[in-house]
């Protein structure tokens, strides 16, 4: 089983990079928190792997944390949460606040998440409430009005939100509407606030 992954990043998507080691490239299944941290394509990079191994094939995930792998780990020991819906929850809030979430049973801050029903996300409290022992706190949801045209930062948002299950229209009114609502100008902040607002 593949546990640590080391080599040059040849290209990196919002859910996805390939890292080339020993002339292999691996593809690599990334949660948004480890993409925007890391650095741009051809540089070193070290990532902390989970190998998934079905009958029809093998997957790798990665994270930049010990901590996400591990939050990944209890995730897919949830029923019904397969290695997928749980890169997509570790990207549906940043960490410490789906950790803070989840330890206070705030089912409606789950359910926000795209692919995350009410009863899934009842599941993931109660399976994993008193089994999380890292602190964290949640942050305020952002308010939003509408603004103008899309940038290639913006873009990246959009695909990322279209890769989570957003409809394409859904996903691009939230990325303005963050844009107008004041959401930074870098990768996971205005990701963070769109998620927040796509209906």
Same mark, same amino acid.
């Given at each position: 089983? #593949? !546990?640590?992954? &080391? ?10 990079? #390939?890292? %080339? =080691? ?7 299944? /990334?949660?948004?928190s480890t993409y925007s941290a890391l650095p741009a394509p051809g540089a070193e ?12 094939? /093998? ?13 990944f780990e209890r995730l897919i020991a949830v029923s019904g949460i397969g290695p ?7 990207? $549906?809030?940043?960490?410490? %606040?789906?950790? !803070?979430? #989840? &330890?206070?049973?705030?089912? %409606? ?7 995350? $029903? ?5 599941? #993931? ?19 939003? =009005? ?5 940038? =290639? ?6 695909? !990322?939100?279209?890769?989570? $299950?957003?409809?394409?229209?859904? =996903? %691009?009114? !939230?990325?303005?509407?963050a844009k107008a609502a004041g959401a930074p100008a870098e990768f996971e902040p205005?990701? &963070? ?7």
């Open positions: 089983m #593949i !546990a640590s992954l &080391r080599g040059r990043l040849l290209e990196k998507h919002p859910n996805q990079v #390939i890292v %080339e =080691a020993g002339g292999v490239g691996y593809d690599v299944t /990334i949660p948004i990079v070290q990532l902390r792997i989970h190998t998934h191994v079905r009958e029809d094939a /093998i997957a790798l995930y990665g994270f930049l944390s010990l901590e996400e792998k591990a939050l997928r819906l749980a890169v997509t929850v570790l990207s $549906g809030l940043p960490t410490a %606040e789906l950790i !803070a979430a #989840i &330890r206070a049973g705030q089912v %409606e801050s789950l359910v926000r998440i795209p692919g995350v $029903g009410k009863k899934t996300a009842e599941r #993931i409290v109660l399976e994993l409430r008193d089994k999380l022992d890292w602190p964290g706190g949640p942050t305020s949801a952002p308010k939003a =009005a509408p603004a103008p045209a899309l940038t =290639a930062l913006d873009q990246d948002v959009l695909s !990322a939100l279209v890769n989570l $299950g957003c409809t394409r229209a859904a =996903a %691009e009114a !939230a990325v303005r509407q205005l990701f &963070r606030k769109a998620l927040a607002l796509v209906r």
